[in-house]
Protein backbone atom coordinates (compact mmCIF):
# COMPACT_ATOMS: atom_id res chain seq x y z
CA UNK A 1 0.00 0.00 0.00
CA UNK A 2 2.99 2.68 1.00
CA UNK A 3 4.45 1.84 -2.56
CA UNK A 4 1.23 2.55 -4.70
CA UNK A 5 0.81 5.92 -2.91
CA UNK A 6 4.09 6.49 -3.28
CA UNK A 7 4.42 5.05 -7.03
CA UNK A 8 1.27 7.92 -7.19
CA UNK A 9 2.48 10.55 -5.47
CA UNK A 10 5.49 10.39 -7.80
CA UNK A 11 3.01 10.29 -10.96
CA UNK A 12 1.69 13.31 -10.24
CA UNK A 13 4.42 15.46 -8.64
CA UNK A 14 7.40 14.50 -10.25
CA UNK A 15 10.23 15.54 -9.01
CA UNK A 16 13.48 17.64 -10.53
CA UNK A 17 15.47 15.02 -11.22
CA UNK A 18 13.00 12.89 -12.80
CA UNK A 19 11.79 16.48 -14.76
CA UNK A 20 14.77 16.33 -16.45
CA UNK A 21 14.42 12.93 -18.32
CA UNK A 22 10.79 13.06 -18.57
CA UNK A 23 8.39 15.83 -20.36
CA UNK A 24 5.82 16.57 -18.23
CA UNK A 25 2.18 15.24 -18.00
CA UNK A 26 -0.16 17.57 -19.95
CA UNK A 27 -3.38 15.33 -18.38
CA UNK A 28 -1.98 16.19 -15.02
CA UNK A 29 -0.63 19.69 -15.59
CA UNK A 30 -3.52 22.18 -14.36
CA UNK A 31 -6.10 22.57 -17.58
CA UNK A 32 -6.33 25.46 -19.22
CA UNK A 33 -9.08 26.23 -21.25
CA UNK A 34 -9.14 23.50 -23.74
CA UNK A 35 -10.24 23.82 -27.77
CA UNK A 36 -12.75 20.31 -27.19
CA UNK A 37 -12.57 17.44 -29.72
CA UNK A 38 -14.28 16.38 -32.92
CA UNK A 39 -14.74 13.09 -34.28
CA UNK A 40 -15.58 11.44 -37.48
CA UNK A 41 -16.14 7.96 -38.17
CA UNK A 42 -13.40 6.52 -41.35
CA UNK A 43 -13.54 3.26 -43.26
CA UNK A 44 -10.12 1.86 -42.89
CA UNK A 45 -7.57 1.92 -40.68
CA UNK A 46 -4.69 2.90 -42.88
CA UNK A 47 -6.81 5.91 -44.56
CA UNK A 48 -4.66 9.18 -44.39
CA UNK A 49 -4.86 10.80 -40.69
CA UNK A 50 -6.26 14.50 -41.23
CA UNK A 51 -3.14 16.14 -39.26
CA UNK A 52 -0.44 15.62 -36.40
CA UNK A 53 -3.19 16.56 -33.40
CA UNK A 54 -5.72 13.66 -34.59
CA UNK A 55 -5.17 10.52 -32.77
CA UNK A 56 -7.29 6.88 -34.54
CA UNK A 57 -8.96 4.71 -31.88
CA UNK A 58 -10.53 1.30 -33.21
CA UNK A 59 -12.34 -1.82 -31.18
CA UNK A 60 -10.73 -4.30 -31.94
CA UNK A 61 -12.13 -6.99 -29.20
CA UNK A 62 -13.29 -7.20 -25.37
CA UNK A 63 -11.24 -4.79 -24.18
CA UNK A 64 -8.16 -3.84 -26.83
CA UNK A 65 -8.03 -1.36 -28.34
CA UNK A 66 -5.92 0.00 -31.36
CA UNK A 67 -4.43 3.63 -30.97
CA UNK A 68 -2.54 4.92 -33.67
CA UNK A 69 -1.17 8.43 -34.69
CA UNK A 70 0.11 10.60 -38.10
CA UNK A 71 3.20 9.70 -37.87
CA UNK A 72 1.88 6.13 -37.39
CA UNK A 73 2.97 5.08 -34.24
CA UNK A 74 0.70 2.46 -32.94
CA UNK A 75 -0.76 1.27 -29.26
CA UNK A 76 -2.93 -1.80 -28.41
CA UNK A 77 -4.45 -2.23 -25.03
CA UNK A 78 -4.89 -5.03 -23.00
CA UNK A 79 -3.28 -7.08 -25.61
CA UNK A 80 -4.34 -10.60 -25.74
CA UNK A 81 -1.91 -11.95 -28.83
CA UNK A 82 -4.40 -11.65 -32.00
CA UNK A 83 -5.31 -8.75 -33.30
CA UNK A 84 -6.61 -10.50 -36.50
CA UNK A 85 -5.62 -10.86 -40.37
CA UNK A 86 -2.67 -9.08 -41.80
CA UNK A 87 1.11 -8.67 -41.28
CA UNK A 88 0.60 -5.98 -38.36
CA UNK A 89 2.82 -5.56 -35.32
CA UNK A 90 1.91 -2.63 -33.03
CA UNK A 91 4.89 -0.78 -31.14
CA UNK A 92 3.14 -0.88 -27.64
CA UNK A 93 1.03 -3.79 -26.18
CA UNK A 94 -0.67 -2.92 -22.43
CA UNK A 95 -1.54 -5.75 -20.82
CA UNK A 96 -3.56 -6.61 -17.81
CA UNK A 97 -4.01 -10.44 -16.34
CA UNK A 98 -7.38 -10.57 -15.15
CA UNK A 99 -8.31 -13.17 -17.29
CA UNK A 100 -6.80 -14.87 -20.35
CA UNK A 101 -8.54 -12.68 -22.37
CA UNK A 102 -6.51 -9.25 -21.75
CA UNK A 103 -3.14 -10.75 -21.84
CA UNK A 104 -0.69 -13.00 -23.08
CA UNK A 105 2.14 -15.34 -22.40
CA UNK A 106 3.68 -15.01 -25.89
CA UNK A 107 3.57 -11.78 -27.04
CA UNK A 108 4.86 -10.98 -30.73
CA UNK A 109 8.69 -10.75 -30.16
CA UNK A 110 8.29 -8.08 -32.86
CA UNK A 111 6.07 -5.49 -30.61
CA UNK A 112 9.12 -3.22 -29.35
CA UNK A 113 7.38 -2.50 -25.75
CA UNK A 114 5.52 -5.00 -23.92
CA UNK A 115 4.02 -3.30 -20.64
CA UNK A 116 2.38 -5.67 -17.63
CA UNK A 117 -0.10 -4.44 -15.82
CA UNK A 118 0.52 -5.86 -12.57
CA UNK A 119 3.58 -6.73 -10.18
CA UNK A 120 6.59 -8.55 -11.27
CA UNK A 121 7.82 -11.94 -9.32
CA UNK A 122 9.21 -9.65 -6.74
CA UNK A 123 5.79 -8.26 -5.91
CA UNK A 124 6.49 -4.74 -6.75
CA UNK A 125 3.91 -2.76 -8.50
CA UNK A 126 3.87 -1.96 -12.25
CA UNK A 127 5.27 1.82 -13.07
CA UNK A 128 5.38 2.41 -16.83
CA UNK A 129 6.44 5.82 -18.10
CA UNK A 130 7.04 5.51 -21.57
CA UNK A 131 7.88 8.66 -23.85
CA UNK A 132 7.81 7.70 -27.41
CA UNK A 133 7.87 11.58 -28.76
CA UNK A 134 4.82 11.18 -30.17
CA UNK A 135 2.94 9.17 -27.76
CA UNK A 136 3.45 9.29 -24.12
CA UNK A 137 2.24 6.05 -21.92
CA UNK A 138 2.29 5.70 -18.09
CA UNK A 139 0.27 3.43 -15.82
CA UNK A 140 -1.55 4.53 -12.58
CA UNK A 141 -2.41 0.39 -10.56
CA UNK A 142 -5.51 -0.18 -8.50
CA UNK A 143 -6.50 -3.61 -7.16
CA UNK A 144 -8.22 -6.81 -8.44
CA UNK A 145 -10.48 -8.89 -5.99
CA UNK A 146 -8.44 -11.68 -5.06
CA UNK A 147 -9.08 -14.67 -7.08
CA UNK A 148 -9.79 -12.87 -10.37
CA UNK A 149 -5.99 -12.97 -11.99
CA UNK A 150 -2.91 -13.54 -9.85
CA UNK A 151 -2.64 -10.29 -8.26
CA UNK A 152 -4.91 -8.60 -6.21
CA UNK A 153 -3.34 -5.59 -4.57
CA UNK A 154 -2.21 -3.15 -7.86
CA UNK A 155 -3.66 -6.32 -10.05
CA UNK A 156 -4.55 -4.19 -12.32
CA UNK A 157 -3.05 -0.94 -14.26
CA UNK A 158 -5.62 1.95 -16.41
CA UNK A 159 -3.12 2.62 -19.09
CA UNK A 160 -2.68 6.46 -19.96
CA UNK A 161 -2.13 8.13 -23.64
CA UNK A 162 -0.88 11.03 -23.99
CA UNK A 163 -1.10 11.68 -27.92
CA UNK A 164 -1.81 14.80 -29.83
CA UNK A 165 -2.34 17.17 -26.86
CA UNK A 166 -5.13 14.41 -25.79
CA UNK A 167 -5.16 12.26 -22.62
CA UNK A 168 -6.69 8.65 -23.62
CA UNK A 169 -7.13 6.26 -20.59
CA UNK A 170 -7.62 2.30 -20.71
CA UNK A 171 -9.58 1.51 -17.14
CA UNK A 172 -8.55 -2.02 -17.77
CA UNK A 173 -10.48 -4.60 -15.71
CA UNK A 174 -11.01 -1.91 -13.03
CA UNK A 175 -12.62 -3.67 -9.61
CA UNK A 176 -13.20 -0.35 -7.59
CA UNK A 177 -14.04 2.86 -7.67
CA UNK A 178 -10.39 4.92 -7.46
CA UNK A 179 -9.25 6.41 -4.60
CA UNK A 180 -8.80 10.22 -4.65
CA UNK A 181 -4.80 9.84 -5.07
CA UNK A 182 -5.21 7.94 -8.16
CA UNK A 183 -7.86 10.14 -9.64
CA UNK A 184 -5.16 12.93 -9.25
CA UNK A 185 -2.82 10.80 -11.09
CA UNK A 186 -4.90 10.11 -13.84
CA UNK A 187 -5.15 13.49 -14.19
CA UNK A 188 -7.93 15.15 -17.01
CA UNK A 189 -8.76 11.91 -19.13
CA UNK A 190 -10.28 13.22 -22.43
CA UNK A 191 -11.09 10.09 -23.81
CA UNK A 192 -12.00 6.67 -21.53
CA UNK A 193 -12.76 3.50 -22.60
CA UNK A 194 -14.39 1.77 -19.52
CA UNK A 195 -15.31 -2.29 -19.07
CA UNK A 196 -19.14 -2.07 -18.12
CA UNK A 197 -20.21 -5.84 -18.05
CA UNK A 198 -21.05 -5.15 -14.48
CA UNK A 199 -20.33 -7.98 -12.90
CA UNK A 200 -16.38 -9.57 -13.82
CA UNK A 201 -15.76 -6.10 -13.04
CA UNK A 202 -16.80 -2.47 -11.39
CA UNK A 203 -20.66 -2.84 -10.74
CA UNK A 204 -22.74 -0.77 -13.61
CA UNK A 205 -23.80 2.02 -10.72
CA UNK A 206 -20.03 2.47 -9.74
CA UNK A 207 -18.78 2.66 -13.23
CA UNK A 208 -21.38 5.54 -13.70
CA UNK A 209 -20.41 7.38 -10.88
CA UNK A 210 -16.39 6.86 -11.76
CA UNK A 211 -17.87 8.40 -14.89
CA UNK A 212 -19.50 11.32 -13.66
CA UNK A 213 -16.25 12.23 -11.84
CA UNK A 214 -14.04 11.60 -14.48
CA UNK A 215 -16.11 14.01 -17.14
CA UNK A 216 -14.58 12.77 -20.07
CA UNK A 217 -15.72 14.45 -23.41
CA UNK A 218 -15.88 10.61 -24.85
CA UNK A 219 -16.34 7.52 -23.35
CA UNK A 220 -16.26 4.20 -25.29
CA UNK A 221 -18.21 1.29 -23.70
CA UNK A 222 -15.85 -2.27 -23.63
CA UNK A 223 -15.63 -5.85 -22.22
CA UNK A 224 -19.81 -5.74 -22.67
CA UNK A 225 -20.40 -9.54 -23.29
CA UNK A 226 -23.69 -9.25 -24.92
CA UNK A 227 -26.52 -6.00 -26.25
CA UNK A 228 -28.70 -6.78 -23.06
CA UNK A 229 -25.01 -5.49 -20.89
CA UNK A 230 -24.50 -2.73 -23.07
CA UNK A 231 -27.95 -1.22 -23.36
CA UNK A 232 -28.13 -1.63 -19.61
CA UNK A 233 -25.01 0.26 -19.26
CA UNK A 234 -26.65 3.08 -21.89
CA UNK A 235 -30.21 3.75 -19.95
CA UNK A 236 -28.14 4.23 -16.97
CA UNK A 237 -25.83 6.66 -18.86
CA UNK A 238 -28.45 8.84 -21.55
CA UNK A 239 -30.08 11.09 -18.10
CA UNK A 240 -26.36 12.84 -17.91
CA UNK A 241 -24.52 11.79 -21.17
CA UNK A 242 -25.03 11.95 -25.05
CA UNK A 243 -24.96 8.80 -26.89
CA UNK A 244 -23.64 8.48 -30.13
CA UNK A 245 -24.43 4.78 -31.79
CA UNK A 246 -21.94 5.38 -34.91
CA UNK A 247 -22.21 1.78 -36.12
CA UNK A 248 -18.36 1.81 -36.73
CA UNK A 249 -15.14 0.23 -35.43
CA UNK A 250 -13.32 3.53 -34.90
CA UNK A 251 -13.33 6.96 -35.00
CA UNK A 252 -11.11 9.84 -35.18
CA UNK A 253 -10.35 12.05 -32.23
CA UNK A 254 -8.63 15.66 -32.40
CA UNK A 255 -8.49 18.59 -30.76
CA UNK A 256 -10.73 21.20 -32.08
CA UNK A 257 -14.33 21.27 -30.25
CA UNK A 258 -15.68 19.64 -27.01
CA UNK A 259 -19.42 18.55 -27.30
CA UNK A 260 -21.43 20.41 -25.65
CA UNK A 261 -22.19 16.94 -23.20
CA UNK A 262 -19.81 13.92 -22.21
CA UNK A 263 -21.08 11.84 -24.76
CA UNK A 264 -20.93 7.50 -24.91
CA UNK A 265 -19.59 6.56 -28.42
CA UNK A 266 -20.59 2.95 -28.50
CA UNK A 267 -18.41 1.32 -31.23
CA UNK A 268 -18.32 -2.22 -32.50
CA UNK A 269 -15.93 -4.46 -31.96
CA UNK A 270 -14.08 -5.48 -35.85
CA UNK A 271 -10.25 -6.92 -35.41
CA UNK A 272 -7.77 -6.14 -38.10
CA UNK A 273 -8.02 -6.89 -41.57
CA UNK A 274 -6.39 -7.44 -44.87
CA UNK A 275 -8.17 -4.36 -46.25
CA UNK A 276 -7.49 -2.24 -43.31
CA UNK A 277 -4.15 -2.33 -43.66
CA UNK A 278 -4.17 -1.09 -47.33
CA UNK A 279 -3.81 -4.68 -48.84
CA UNK A 280 -5.21 -5.60 -52.92
Not at 50 to 71: K, P
Not at 206 to 227: A, C
Not at 230 to 244: C, G, H, N, S, T
Request: one cysteine or more.
Amino acid sequence: MVFRLISLLLLVTAGAAQAQDRRPSHCIAVANSAPGLEYVQLASFSDPIADEYTVRIRYLDHAMFLIGTQSGLTAVTDYSGYLGQGDFTPDVATMNNAHGTHWTSYPDPDIKHVLQGWPDAEGNAAVHYLDLGDMLVRNVTTDNRRGSGSAGENGNSIFIFEVGGLCIGHMGHLHHEPSAAQYAAMGRLDVTMVAVDGGMTLDQPSVVRVMQRLKSSIIIPMHWFGRLTLEQFIARMEQDFAIQRTGESQIDVSLRNLPSRPTVVVLEPRPISAQDLGAE
